[in-house]
């Protein structure tokens, strides 16, 4: 369910949002899980049927082990979980900043505003090439803090946060359009259109290096 509106403010325009194609999105984050999942199953079912041969109450233990639900679990409950998540992820890129709707039982947000970024890049994985069909994941990262407590006192140190649009439909017309509003606010911020010169002089430079 899209809720983004929620966040948006009355003068901000949204410029672009999507969300993951599903096929990418679904397996690359349960497939994994579920192939685990599958390998711990099935060394379980292996002693199972041994057991079973002189145990007519194999079957019986092999339901009351914990380890048998948790194989259950990760090869069961991680698609489940991640084809939840993905009813709700919508992304949103708008004049001021970048957001990305998540969570399955509340709605979570993540904003993203352009003068934090420090890093942005395009990857198409292998299920964007299988499966996507010109799909790909925006890898953007900001500025973040990582705190710690010891027994005399907190400190933190400075750390990249990651954030991620992930399997977008076009991901590199997306990317364009997020680079060019991204320089076009961050110029806004460092130079308002009110004290910018008509005309650059130092903007079409070119390098010449010394003899």
Avoid: C
């Amino acid at each position: 369910m899209r809720e983004i509106d929620k966040v948006i403010d009355k003068s901000e325009k949204i410029l672009w949002e999507g969300k993951p194609k599903f096929w990418p999105f679904f397996l690359g984050r349960s497939v994994g899980a579920t192939f685990f999942g599958g390998v711990w199953l099935l060394f379980l079912l292996f002693f199972f049927v041994t057991a079973a041969v002189s145990n007519p109450n194999a079957l019986t233990i092999l339901l009351l082990t914990p380890h048998f639900w948790i194989g259950i679990l990760i090869a069961i409950g991680v698609p489940i979980y991640t084809f939840l998540v993905y009813n709700h992820t919508y992304y949103a890129i708008t004049d001021k900043r970048i957001i990305l709707q998540k969570g399955v039982i509340g709605r979570d947000f993540e904003i993203i505003d352009f003068d934090q970024l420090s890093n942005a890049e395009v990857n198409v994985g292998l299920f964007d090439k299988l499966f996507g069909r010109n799909s790909g994941s925006i890898l953007l990262t900001t500025p973040g803090t990582i705190t710690y407590t010891s027994t005399y006192s907190q400190r933190g140190t400075m750390a990249q946060r990651p954030h991620t649009l992930s399997n977008i439909p076009n991901p590199y017309e997306v990317f364009k359009l997020f680079k060019k509003v991204s320089f076009d606010v961050k110029a806004d911020i460092q130079y308002p259109n009110r004290y910018r010169p008509k005309e650059n002089v130092g903007y079409q430079t070119e390098y010449k290096g010394g003899k």
